[in-house]
């Protein structure tokens, strides 16, 4: 019998839920424009559980650079004004977000109109999560560091925002 800590546990099934390959939610392209302004792409995917999610990505300017693209995703069947925490801990709804961002980097944005067609930096925002006694709990932005990292991104910078205590993540795709 194999004796295994907790952690070399952890690891692993993140390892296998967060392969390359996992298995994601169907999803769709449900909403893009692109012409006047800047370009906005808005994908949808339900869960297991019945909740709808929207991910959206949309380019942003820069007057110092060729701009970014931001990515935000959110349960938009959850009553709020602002991004919320389902508490389902659903690690499919994170490949499904990773498949989709593949999509548009393999599909979506090769089609796109110069410049366009050349972002590779991207920006996503995520929520933090408290532990019970009310301090931040750092293990959402590892799993997305740890992503990323699966994905083949080498160099994104997975940080906390101290004013929000939300997670940002800034990555180049090749």
Not at 75 to 87: E, H, K, Q, V, Y
Not at 98 to 113: A, E, G, M, S, Y
């Amino acid at each position: 019998m194999v004796k295994l800590s907790r952690r070399k546990l952890r690891r692993l099934i993140l390892t296998e839920i967060l392969d390359k390959d996992a298995d994601y939610y169907e999803y769709e392209l449900a909403y893009e424009e692109v012409g006047f302004g800047d370009p906005l792409f808005e994908y949808e995917f339900f869960t297991k559980d019945g909740l709808l999610y929207l991910l959206k990505i949309e380019f942003n300017s820069s007057d110092s650079s060729i701009g970014e693209w931001s990515i935000e995703f959110d349960a938009s069947d959850i009553p709020s004004d602002t991004f919320r925490l389902t508490g389902s801990f659903d690690l499919k709804v994170l490949s499904t977000v990773t498949q989709i961002i593949k999509d548009f980097v393999r599909r979506v944005r090769p089609r796109l109109p110069d410049p366009f067609n050349s972002v590779n930096n991207f920006t996503c925002i995520a929520r933090q999560e408290k532990t019970p006694d009310g301090r931040p709990d750092y293990r959402r932005a590892r799993i997305y560091a740890y992503i990323l990292r699966k994905q083949g991104i080498d160099g994104a910078e997975v940080n906390m925002n101290q004013s929000t205590g939300d997670i940002v993540m800034n990555f180049v795709i090749p």
